[in-house]
């Protein structure tokens, strides 16, 4: 059964920083990883996907890596701001349907 | 504009209580999920819907909850007997099976 982890569960930043947010799946056998943001009481954000067959994927301030293998993905974000302050999710499919979540890192950035 | 809209926001009711929670894909997907959220725990995938049948569902879509898309356009998820265990925000998604899935606001379900 697929399980997925998120560490750390919380993290606390000044703005300005560099982080990086973890995400490991137990099995590999997986057909794409998606990262969401989700805001208090708020629905999901898609973020960003990546397909099993791809690195990494990029948007803005935000770089999302993929090491199929080792069962893992990190979300980096960089220059964080006060804005960037939500949940973030990491879920896999297999054979494209299905999600299956992590229970989310929440992330705070101080101004 | 929301890729998905879902109706009511909020839902109270009481245990033993029908539900019927509302969806509406602004694009035309194939593809239409339905997860839920209980306060404090993970996203759990409920039932996906293609070709307007169920394609897959979890171990907690049980003979209690039920999915329909009546008119071609409105997607609804029907719990039949709430119980004080179904309170949970439940997200409707649409997508195209591998690529990126949409998620609506939510509608929050609070069993009495």
């Known amino acids: 059964k697929q399980e997925v982890t998120q560490i750390p569960a919380a993290l606390s930043v000044p703005e300005g920083e560099n982080l990086v947010l973890n995400c490991s799946f137990t099995?590999?056998?997986?057909?794409?990883l998606q990262w969401f943001r989700q805001d208090p009481g708020k629905g999901l954000t898609s973020l960003l996907l990546?397909?099993?067959?791809?690195r990494e994927q990029t948007s803005g301030r935000l770089n999302a890596s993929l090491d199929k293998s080792s069962g893992r993905s990190t979300l980096y974000i960089a220059a964080s701001q006060p804005g960037d302050s939500a949940t973030y999710l990491c879920?896999?499919?297999?054979?494209?349907?299905?999600?299956?979540f992590g229970k989310g890192t929440t992330l705070s950035v101080s101004s | 504009e929301p890729e998905v809209t879902q109706t009511p926001s909020h839902q109270v009711t009481q245990m033993g209580q029908e539900v019927i929670l509302r969806c509406v894909p602004i694009?035309?997907?194939?593809?239409f999920y339905w997860y839920r959220q209980i306060l404090g725990q993970k996203v759990e995938f409920l039932v996906s819907?293609?070709?307007?049948?169920?394609?897959?569902k979890s171990e907690i879509f049980d003979d209690q909850f039920s999915v329909e898309r009546p008119d071609g356009s409105n997607f609804t998820l029907k719990i039949r007997s709430t119980k004080l265990e179904d309170s949970a925000m439940y997200f409707c998604a649409r997508g195209r099976g591998t690529d990126t899935q949409y998620f609506g606001p939510g509608t929050r379900l609070t069993v009495l």
């Open positions: 819907f293609y070709n307007n049948e169920i394609s897959e």
């Open positions: 990546i397909q099993s067959s791809q």
């Open positions: 099995d590999s056998a997986i057909y794409n």
């Open positions: 694009s035309n997907h194939l593809y």
């Open positions: 879920a896999v499919t297999k054979a494209g349907t299905a999600l299956i």
